[in-house]
T-cell receptor, first 111, second 113 residues
Framework: QKEVEQDPGPLSVPEGAIVSLNCTYS??????FMWYRQYSRKGPELLMY????GNKEDGRFTAQVDKSSKYISLFIRDSQPSDSATYLC???????????FGTGTQLKVEL | GAGVSQSPSNKVTEKGKDVELRCDPI?????LYWYRQRLGQGLEFLIY????????KSGLPSDRFSAERTGESVSTLTIQRTQQEDSAVYLC???????????FGQGTRLTVV
């Protein structure tokens, strides 16, 4: 079993929809949680960075962490075609960049 | 530079050859990381450099893989006697220090034929 599980998709939604992306993990030592966006043939770009449980909001993006369930989510409101990309969850125990990544969920937002 | 720069962007090599991949971090970033992204898989941590400390090599998959970094500047990842399973995108990231999130380069796409 992988330490971090993420549905690879693809997930296709209409423009304006609310998107929910999720990851589950097995290592209870993880305390730092990140979401990256990766466009085709580009490097990952950090979207959200949270510590421990709780919610964090940044514009149209909301990250949620539920450590008791070992479950994290990224919500995208008012989705746009430019949000079409692969979304990677990542996490670490010590706060550094030695991260364990999910495989990524491919999202397509259609006009 | 403005961001993390990696070269070459693409590399095709014959099985058994050695390859060298280069990463130019953001100026002033003391921490530098290498990851590998194979098709259909998540990014795998390879190695981490922090200033002048000994690197964390715990993610290197075999002794064919090695990396160097001089001070807080350029890093090179070397793969000796390449195998087809080494085909992947190799990504480099740098950050101000260990505790802050990193910025990734666009990667080097390595194809071993």
């Amino acid at each position: 079993q992988k330490e971090v599980e993420q549905d690879p998709g693809p997930l296709s939604v209409p423009e304006g929809a609310i998107v929910s992306l999720n990851c589950t993990y097995s290592n209870s030592a993880f305390q730092y949680f990140m979401w990256y966006r990766q466009y085709s043939r580009k490097g990952p770009e950090l979207l959200m960075y949270t510590y421990s449980s709780g919610n964090k909001e940044d514009g149209r993006f909301t990250a949620q962490v539920d450590k008791s369930s070992k479950y994290i989510s990224l919500f995208i409101r008012d989705s746009q075609p430019s949000d079409s990309a692969t979304y990677l969850c990542a996490m670490s125990a010590g706060g550094g960049n030695k991260l364990t990544f999910g495989t990524g969920t491919q999202l397509k937002v259609e006009l | 530079g403005a961001g993390v720069s990696q070269s070459p962007s693409n590399k095709v090599t014959e099985k058994g050859k050695d390859v060298e991949l280069r990463c130019d971090p953001i100026s002033g970033h003391t921490a530098l990381y290498w990851y590998r992204q194979r098709l259909g898989q998540g990014l795998e941590f390879l190695i981490y450099f922090q200033g002048n400390s000994a690197p964390d090599k715990s993610g290197l998959p075999s002794d064919r893989f090695s990396a160097e970094r001089t001070g807080e500047s350029v890093s090179t990842l070397t793969i000796q006697r390449t195998q087809q399973e080494d085909s992947a995108v190799y990504l480099c990231a740098s950050s101000l220090d260990y505790g802050t999130p990193g910025f990734f380069g666009q990667g080097t796409r390595l194809t071993v034929v």
